[in-house]
């Protein structure tokens, strides 16, 4: 299974971007697929996830500003981050739930190889 994450890059505050990320696979079925970011010395925190019943949960510092979709179909996750600022700066890590054909039963957890977003003031 790979999680192929695309989209970041360096914007100016106030500015937008949308990031995607793609999961390829054995893939049976994912149940939750979501981001999380880390800041240079700083812990890995949610950004937001959306589980398959397309609830939603998002971070304190992101709600308003950013916003997670997912297409069942094409096994893909979208952030789309409106309004944002230099603390948003970081690795942009994405991240799935998923049964694969290897696994059975058992539900394992996928990261992708991170995006960058930097975000200059």
């Known amino acids: 299974v790979q999680l192929q994450a695309s989209g970041g890059g360096l914007v100016q505050a106030g500015g937008s971007l949308r990031l995607s990320c793609v999961a390829s696979?054995?893939?049976?079925?994912?149940?939750?697929m979501g981001w999380y970011r880390q800041a240079p010395g700083k812990q890995r925190e949610l950004v937001a996830k959306?589980?398959?019943?397309?609830?939603?949960t998002s971070g304190d510092a992101v709600k308003g500003r950013f916003t997670i979709s997912r297409d069942n179909a094409k096994n893909t996750v979208y952030l789309q981050m409106n309004s944002l600022q230099p603390g948003d700066t970081a690795t942009y890590y994405c991240?799935?739930?998923?049964?694969?054909?290897?696994?059975?039963?058992?539900?394992?957890?996928?990261w992708g190889q991170g995006t960058l977003v930097t975000v200059s003031s």
């Open positions: 959306s589980s398959r019943d397309g609830s939603t």
């Open positions: 696979g054995s893939i049976v079925l994912i149940n939750s």
């Open positions: 991240t799935a739930d998923l049964w694969t054909y290897t696994t059975g039963s058992r539900l394992q957890t996928y």
